[in-house]
């Protein structure tokens, strides 16, 4: 297709996300373009832990956050990591974060969680053996290990509280795991195994693939810099470092950079900010695991991939701007000893730190505001790879003239003015 400055639907973010909306919206017919500054898949996307985590339906956060709090500070190499400097711009969200952690709210968010993540493997199924890649997901299960006794009581209340949830899971002794994965330590206790998970074999492949897909189907990819936006007659003008563009429709899917864009056109500030993940990968070490393991005690994920083991999992609150502290990657190495009967090799192994976008109730913003003009599909903090799927099939039916919802999740707690209503009720 010749480069156009007209489309009727411009998406904006080049992630998985952004990319997995543009091939199914292009399926309807319509004429999609994506905007981003970067190369698809270079954002969060490219270094994510790979892992399909339809387990995770707790937020990441409880209320010992606040015990942990002097920890998060001072300590530069810890698992959740709140840089000091950043502190005062992060406070108001932090309040919030804290707020939804009251019984209801969490309740709530555990519920949002869920709706997204059971029908997540499905829809993956679906578009990937709609694009003939569906070897690029391995369906076979993830682990989390642990190695105190003490872990032990803690554990048995998690998978109650999973099963709770009816999320699959199944206790596992240590024997057990060393049954399935040979290679790991004698000092694991045992472990909580999720067969209803997987994981990624590349997930920088997967977006890749997708793009060519979505390239097929006639989708326009432009290297831009959208820097405004503002609602027009017909649909949406945006400001690129270019020139102008114009769609009938405008998709933001751009992750931690949505904030500007999202208030630009729709007036509304949105409480987002950035959690900063960190993966070490291992090019020697791609047989090392059959699957996803997670330490329970060191708090981070070990995925086998196709280029190696990648090591990955923390959180750091820094926001865009600071450099990355690439020590916390090579942490991640030094947190893998004692995991293993023989230590992993590090030869070639390559640091990185990306953007995760989090809003403070652990929910994603999935919408359709301004009469239809603007969708939104942003916020799925360290869930977006899981999730990008079924967002994906939800935001094919809120571009349509008339939605139609049936067999897909509720929305109604994915709504961008939950936080303007939030903040009345925070009031009174």
Known sequence: MPHSNSADIAVIGAGIIGVACALQLARQGRRVVVIDPQDPGMGASYGNAGHLATEQVFPIADVSILKRLPAMLMDPMGPLRLDWKYLPRALPWFVRLLLNLRPANYRRTVAGIRALNEPSLGAWQRLLHSIDRAHLLRQDGSLLVFERAASREALDALRQRMQQQNVPVADWSGSAVRAAAPQLSDEIQGGLFFPGTGHFVDPYTVVCELVNAAKAHGVQFIKQHVVDGRLAPEGVSLLTEQGTFTARQVLIACGAHSAKLTAALTGKKVPLDTERGYHLMLPFEPHRLPFAVTSFERKFIMTPMAT??????????????????????????RLSKGLFRHDLNVQGATPWMGFRPSLPDSLPIIDRVCNGKVLLAFGHQHLGLTQAAVTAEIVVQL?????????????ECFRLDRFQANLLREAF
Not at 310 to 327: K, S
């Open 399 to 411: 571009a349509a003239a008339t939605p139609s919802l049936s067999g897909l999740p509720a929305l």
């Open 308 to 333: 190696g083991l990648r090591l990955a999992g923390t959180v750091e609150f820094a926001g865009l701007d600071r450099p990355a502290n690439m020590q916390r990657a090579w942490q991640l190495h």
